[in-house]
T-cell receptor, first 112, second 112 residues
Framework: QKEVEQNSGPLSVPEGAIASLNCTYS??????FFWYRQYSGKSPELIMF????GDKEDGRFTAQLNKASQYVSLLIRDSQPSDSATYLC????????????FGKGTRLSVIA | DAMVIQNPRYQVTQFGKPVTLSCSQT?????MYWYQQKSSQAPKLLFH???????NEADTPDNFQSRRPNTSFCFLDIRSPGLGDAAMYLC???????????FGPGTRLTVL
């Protein structure tokens, strides 16, 4: 079983809609969760991190963590064409003292 | 501004000709990472340094080596590049292990 899984997409949403990106992870004891945005040909850019169950909001972005169900999601409200990118979910596994484990990413396309 | 810098941004080499990629950081982070990323794939961790403590991933080919002469600089040496080594090489840093990682802009390597 892969450690961090994401639907590769593409996920297409109309401009102004809510985009919902999901990620599941296999290690129940995982502690820290990150969302990175990566434009084509560019390096990953940190969007948000979340450590505790529940929601964390930052502007148009909301991260949601459910440790019991082992999933973390990213909601993008009022999606813009500039949000079109690949979104990488990354997790620090149970040991806590390890590098990030990345999912393969979900490609989001916001249609104007 | 504190940042992670990679040079060069684009590198073209010939099959079998050694190449060195450079990363520097002004964040004074203890940990530095090298990732390889191919098209539509997740970043793949090659190595990381916690201070001067070198950690090699089990599946990193022997063709890849790394040096960290001081806190600020880290190098990736590819001794005999093959066509399969063409990729984006990403350097990242974090304050400590198990912490948020910050990426440089990447070096796009082409092997002819």
């Amino acid at each position: 079983q892969k450690e961090v899984e994401q639907n590769s997409g593409p996920l297409s949403v109309p401009e102004g809609a809510i985009a919902s990106l999901n990620c599941t992870y296999s290690d129940r004891g995982s502690q820290s969760f990150f969302w990175y945005r990566q434009y084509s040909g560019k390096s990953p850019e940190l969007i948000m991190f979340i450590y505790s169950n529940g929601d964390k909001e930052d502007g148009r972005f909301t991260a949601q963590l459910n440790k019991a169900s082992q999933y973390v999601s990213l909601l993008i409200r009022d999606s813009q064409p500039s949000d079109s990118a690949t979104y990488l979910c990354a997790v620090i596994l149970n040991s806590g003292n390890t590098p990030l484990v990345f999912g393969k990413g979900t490609r989001l396309s916001v249609i104007a | 501004d504190a940042m992670v810098i990679q040079n060069p941004r684009y590198q073209v080499t010939q099959f079998g000709k050694p190449v060195t990629l450079s990363c520097s950081q002004t964040l004074n982070h203890n940990v530095m990472y090298w990732y390889q990323q191919k098209s539509s794939q997740a970043p793949k961790l090659l190595f990381h340094y916690y201070d001067k403590d070198f950690n090699n991933e089990a599946d990193t080919p022997d063709n890849f080596q790394s040096r960290r002469p001081n806190t600020s600089f880290c190098f990736l040496d590819i001794r005999s590049p093959g066509l399969g080594d063409a990729a984006m090489y990403l350097c990242a840093t974090s304050p400590t292990s198990g912490d948020t990682q910050y990426f440089g802009p990447g070096t796009r390597l082409t092997v002819l």
